[in-house]
Every structure is written in C-alpha cells, then in structure tokens.
Nanobody, 115 residues
Framework: QVQLVESGGGLVQPGGSLKLSCAAS????????MSWYRQAPGKERELVAG????????NYADSVKGRFTISRDNAKYTVYLQMNSLKPEDTAVYCC????????WGQGTQVTVSS
C-alpha cells in the first residue's frame, strides 16, 4: 500500500533553516508528481510546493518563493523540502502528498518557527 513518511521537522528560530524529507513506498515513485502541503492552526491547508515526476518542473506558493526548494531523489524514493529564511508564519504541520487533495497523505511533521 502507499505510504508516505515525513521527517525533519522541529523548532527553529526565525531566519533559520530546516530540511524536510518524505520517504515513499508502495508505488512506482518515479511515475508520480509529489507535493508538500502545510496547515497552520485555524487555517486552511495550503499547497507549498510541487515537483514533477522526473523533477524537471517545480512550483511554489508565492509565500515561499525564493526561500523554499523542493527536490526529489527517485532512486531513494524520497522528496525533500529545503526551507530557508524561516518566518513565524511558516509554523504549521507539513505533509507530503501524492495525487492532490483526494490523493495520499503522510502523517505530517510539525515545524515551529519561534524565538
């Protein structure tokens, strides 16, 4: 069965960096586009970044452009989210996704940006 397992979240000061990982299994990873979403308390879930199956095409929410980078290693069945220049408003649970809103989700990893 499809499994997505995120890791790498934590507490970081404003201006700091974190790198999230999402380990995938149960499907042909290289065939599928992948995405990262986030949901902050009291807010709607939002798409943060997406990457095509081969990694040649990426897209980002305006709020993270220039600060976050999505990448993938198809040999390792893993998608990453490098987050730099973090802000308190980036605080959220970050989830890995395959297939959009009606697709498959990981359990999420908490990112807290606070001094």
């Amino acid at each position: 069965q499809v499994q997505l397992v995120e890791s790498g979240g934590g507490l970081v000061q404003p201006g700091g960096s974190l790198k999230l990982s999402c380990a995938a299994s149960g499907f042909m990873f290289s065939f599928h586009a992948m995405s990262w979403y986030r949901q902050a308390p009291g807010k709607e879930r939002e798409l943060v970044a997406g990457i095509s199956s081969a990694g040649g095409s990426t897209n980002y929410a305006d709020s993270v452009k220039g600060r976050f980078t999505i990448s993938r290693d198809n040999a390792k069945y893993t998608v990453y989210l490098q987050m730099n220049s973090l802000k308190p408003e980036d605080t959220a649970v970050y989830c890995c996704n395959r297939g959009g809103q009606n697709g498959y989700w990981g359990q999420g990893t908490q990112v807290t940006v606070s001094s």
